[in-house]
């Protein structure tokens, strides 16, 4: 059996923050502890947020969820896997073929797990996307992009070329107007999420989704920004950050706008406001998201002056989404049939 210990909510959410900020490696948005009453709300999934301690000192955090169907870390965001301060490496395989350990006999909840001990038993499966080439991982198709910023907007402008800073002028003095906030841009927000979902052929969240990560999300941001062209929404995202790391996530534009610029204005609109929440020093990040490597959405990313990152996977089961065959039959199908179905099957693709 693994030593396991449950830590109070409080105490552990101090500890686990505390952590994040003293990390000296990437602490992507996703590790904010509010994900895990999110995972409860929402899909009434088991969330263990583990603590992995080493000669009695805290070195590493790994947050785990169990979706009933696998161990998920972090399911429906791009970063997980194990953050560690360098005094210690999980190796995921020991962590899914070790002996049974009883973790999920456990109510959900912040663990104490002393290091050395397997935690899951050998027939579970598990999932985890990281940023890190640690624990055993492949190399996934999927890269990050995202940038640095320096001290202030100033010097931020300077590292954008002509062309980029043209077509952010164009669009604002077009008339375009971006509005942020929360639950009263939701309805605007999802018009335009779903009609671009729609357009590409994939699976979409329903509108409840949004409704419960905005209701679970604290200590950090999440704001919902809207585009605005004749009061009409034509694009949106949500800026989600904590601990210095910002994504824009869900982000969409209509396809008919897209030649307005309404995507480079959008972004940077969304770093101004970085800009407006931190007195920035160092490692604070305006992320891209993920998407893969030498797609247009990539190349467009690398038209911003961005880094980019490799994605690793470990996983011990096929992921449906390698089955091409599947997404070819969904772009067909009617959305009468897809926007219902979609926000009950996307559930299931971590």
């Known amino acids: 059996m693994s030593k396991l210990s449950q830590v109070p909510y409080q105490q552990a959410i101090e500890d686990w923050n505390n952590f994040l900020s003293n990390y000296s490696g990437i602490a992507p948005f996703s590790f904010n502890p509010s994900l895990f009453k999110f995972y409860q709300i929402h899909f009434n999934w088991k969330p263990y947020y583990i603590m992995v301690f080493r000669n009695n000192r805290l070195c590493g955090v790994l947050p785990l969820i169990n979706t009933t169907k696998a161990w998920v870390s972090i399911p429906h965001f791009s970063y997980g896997g194990f953050l560690s301060d360098g005094t210690y490496d999980l190796d995921y395989k020991t962590l899914c073929e070790g002996a049974i350990s009883g973790l999920d006999t456990k109510e959900p909840g912040f663990y104490r797990y002393d290091a050395g001990e397997p935690l899951l038993q050998n027939n579970e499966k598990i999932f985890i996307r990281t940023l890190s080439n640690k624990g ?7 890269e990050t992009s995202f940038i640095c910023l320096p001290e202030n907007i100033g010097e931020f402008n300077l590292m954008l070329n002509s062309n980029l800073r043209r077509k952010i002028n164009k669009a604002e003095n077009s008339g375009i107007v971006i509005k942020y906030g929360g639950y009263d841009l939701l309805p605007d927000f999802y018009n335009v999420y779903a009609s671009n979902i729609s357009t590409l052929g994939s699976l979409n969240y329903g509108f409840s989704y949004f409704e419960d990560l905005i209701t679970a999300w604290e200590m950090g941001i999440c704001n919902v ?5 004749n009061n009409i929404p034509v694009g949106s995202a949500i800026l989600m950050g904590h601990k210095g790391f910002y994504e824009n996530t869900y982000f969409a534009t209509l396809k008919g706008e897209r030649k307005k610029y309404i995507s480079d204005f959008l972004h940077w609109k969304m770093i101004e406001f970085v ?7 160092k490692d604070v990040i305006y992320s891209f998201g993920r998407s893969t490597s030498g797609s247009g959405v990539y190349k467009y990313k690398n038209h911003w002056p961005v880094e980019n990152h490799d994605l690793y996977l470990y996983t011990n089961y096929p992921d449906i989404r390698s ?8 772009g067909i199908l009617p959305k009468f049939i897809t926007k219902p179905l979609g926000a009950s099957l996307i559930r299931h693709l971590y």
């Open 136 to 142: 055993g991982v492949l190399k996934s198709e999927k």
């Open 225 to 229: 920004f809207v585009v605005y062209d």
């Open 275 to 281: 800009y407006s929440q931190e007195r920035i020093s």
């Open 323 to 330: 089955k091409g065959w599947l997404y070819n039959i969904w």
